[in-house]
């Protein structure tokens, strides 16, 4: 089936704010008296802040209460925010603002190929209006707007829903296992953002937007899927 729909993550494709979370989870993690490292961050990419709240009490081996772990969560999204206020348009990845100029004037002969954001972030439109992209997207879908975290394919289905699309029509950008995975949870073609030895599930993997081209990602995809358009 023809790819008429683009669906894109933010962290790690669009900007790269990996290490405002990172430097915000360590925060709180050495005033509760352990430390995580980069590797173990790099496990919560994809997963919602309560979750990867989850993740690192278990790693660190505490328990509390319901009541106090929302406290914590607050704290740290308001650390996280104010280092997300200090970002400009410099933040956007290489090639990504190219790429966007180029899938505004393609094409796939039977209309314009339409995209939305996929981000389990509570915060993506604050980030898209402070790097200026938040009018490139015909579709928001972010943390307000679900219930269920990566790997459950909710953020994308509901895209390509608002997009008006069926999920076999639309390509998932992703940088994140954890995304990979929802995406063809969703039955969607999954384009990794990364390295083919992290990305194993993805359909397509390439290293960054930089130099990309609409034309070679449409032919790489043709490829992939063994099929003309």
């Known amino acids: 089936m023809s790819i008429k729909g ?8 669009i900007v790269d704010t990996a290490v405002f979370h990172y430097q915000a989870w360590r925060r709180m ?6 430390d995580i490292s980069h590797e173990f961050n790099e ?17 660190g081996g505490v328990t509390l209460s319901g009541e106090r772990k929302l406290e914590l969560a607050t704290q740290k999204n308001e650390w996280y925010l104010e280092l997300v206020n200090q970002m400009t348009p410099d933040a956007i990845l290489p090639g990504v603002t190219g790429f966007f100029h ?13 995209c939305a954001l996929g981000s389990v972030s509570k915060n993506a439109g604050l980030i898209l ?10 579709v928001i879908i972010d943390g307000n707007k679900i219930t269920h975290s990566k790997p459950n394919p909710e953020v994308f289905l509901k895209g390509a829903a608002e997009l008006g699309l069926q999920p076999a029509q639309c390509a998932v950008f992703e940088d994140a296992v954890a995304g990979v995975e929802a995406a063809k949870r969703g039955g ?20 960054s937007f930089d130099h990309l081209t609409i034309t070679e990602l449409l032919a790489a995809i043709e490829r992939a899927q063994g099929m003309g358009y």
Request: aromatic share 6%; net charge negative; glycine share 12%.
């Open 188 to 207: 969607m073609f999954a384009v990794g953002i990364g390295s083919p030895d992290v990305l194993t599930q993805a359909d397509l993997v390439i290293p």
């Open 43 to 59: 496990t919560l990419k994809g997963i919602s802040r309560m979750d990867s709240l989850n993740l690192i009490l278990a790693h």
């Open 129 to 138: 209006e402070r790097i200026g992209m938040a009018d490139d997207f015909d």
């Open 102 to 114: 180029q899938m505004k004037q393609a094409g796939r002969g039977d209309g314009p190929i339409r």
């Open 6 to 13: 683009f669906l894109f993550d933010l962290d790690g494709v």
């Open 29 to 34: 993690a050495n005033e509760l008296g352990f």
